[in-house]
């Protein structure tokens, strides 16, 4: 399979999406595709480890620059932990974008171990590229759940007052547009549109 690495010096992966969406291959604060990464409130751009003595609470939601937000999340390193993380034209993906993703109709995905952790690989019938996501679990105050049986990961899209969107998984089934409390934790996967302008590329063979 080929990654490849932009200015940013961030892998993604070309899935041959109809939309030319690329995808980074790891969690923001991770760096091999089976770590969890950091996790983030929705439209909060700072991270936090899961041993972390963060507590993701409505109390601590209420004083963010999230909470503000009416509407989807703004590419803007305000807002969007990609753009702020990642930096260059990195962003969170939509709901549509995963969604897209997880179509038959363009990949398969099935229940893998990598490295000792469970996870979902998603594999383009396109051109064969493969992104993995692991069962990360998310932060509820200051205590991890879920790790090791479900996986998720934000969208910058809004629901309500109280909810985003978000991609979720288990080793049953897939849920690209599922919608949770913005207060919580989730991992966060970067996109980027495929860089045409990109200043440096650079392929690699992994």
Known sequence: MKQKINCNWHRYVDLGLPSGLLWATCNIGASEPWESGLYFSWGNVDGHAKDS??????????????????????????????????????????????????????????????????????????????????????????????????????????????????SSFDCDYIYPNNYCGRMYGFPIRPVINHPKDSLLIKTIKR
Do not use: H
């Open 53 to 166: 003595v963060y507590g993701f609470s409505e109390t601590e939601y209420a004083s963010t620059p999230g909470a503000s937000l009416t509407g989807n999340i703004p590419v803007d390193a305000k807002y969007d932990a990609a753009r702020a993380n990642f930096g260059g034209s990195w962003r969170m993906p939509t709901k549509d974008e995963f969604v897209e993703l997880c179509k038959k109709r363009y990949t398969t995905n099935e229940w893998v171990t990598q490295n000792g952790v469970n996870g979902r690989r998603i594999t383009s019938k396109i051109n064969g590229n493969s992104v993995f996501f692991p069962t990360s679990g998310y932060c509820d105050g200051t205590s991890l759940d879920d790790e090791g049986a479900y996986g998720y990961c934000w969208t910058n899209s809004f629901s309500s007052q109280i909810c985003a969107y978000l």
